[in-house]
């Protein structure tokens, strides 16, 4: 369909909780995620949610939508493709593990983020199937990224120490690393 402009931190939007979908398998629902994939694809993505291109709405994609290890993320684990409508997380451990995250509303930063390690999640595609998994490693810390935009988080706000935050150019001036 079409690339996006993706909103960035302090768009009202971005702070909303987003509303359920009501009705799947529709044509305004698969349009909806084909512009969510143009636009994860144009910004070499791990994921995004509807609220990051002003749909309020509790969508997100996640994963792999191409065959080769997404730039930003070479040595990460590859996440399945998944299309992930009004989903409940549920962590399964109480352990927790800080990572550098960052985003595609929150250009040109970085930050380290305490995640769940493990964690089981359910929810339904854009058909009305169930989608029902239980993951850990950089897969879990996908998915909580993404579902805390549902909820009018940002990864900024789940930061606990503020001198990890601040631009990639800094923390990484060898690499290109881009926003999530």
Known sequence: ?????????????????????EQ?????????IEDLEDTMLAQNGAGIAAPQIDVSLRVVIFGQLQ??????????????????????LT?????????WEGCLSVPGLRGIV?????????????YGNE???LVEGFHARVVQHECDHLD?????????????????DVFFPNQDIQDD
């Open 24 to 32: 799947f398998d529709t044509p305004e629902l698969h349009a909806l």
């Open 114 to 126: 305490p995640r769940y390690t493990k964690l089981h999640y359910r929810g339904f595609d854009q």
């Open 91 to 99: 962590p399964i451990s109480t352990e927790m593990e800080d990572g």
């Open 152 to 168: 009018g988080v940002l990864y900024p706000m789940r930061i606990n120490d503020l001198s990890q935050f601040g631009y990639s």
């Open 67 to 88: 065959s080769e290890q997404n730039p930003r993320y070479p040595d990460a684990d590859i996440v399945p493709y998944t299309v992930l409508i009004n989903p409940v």
């Open 1 to 21: 369909m079409a690339v996006k402009n993706v909103l960035r931190m302090g768009e009202p939007c971005l702070l909303l909780k987003a509303a359920p979908v």
């Open 131 to 133: 989608v029902d998994r």
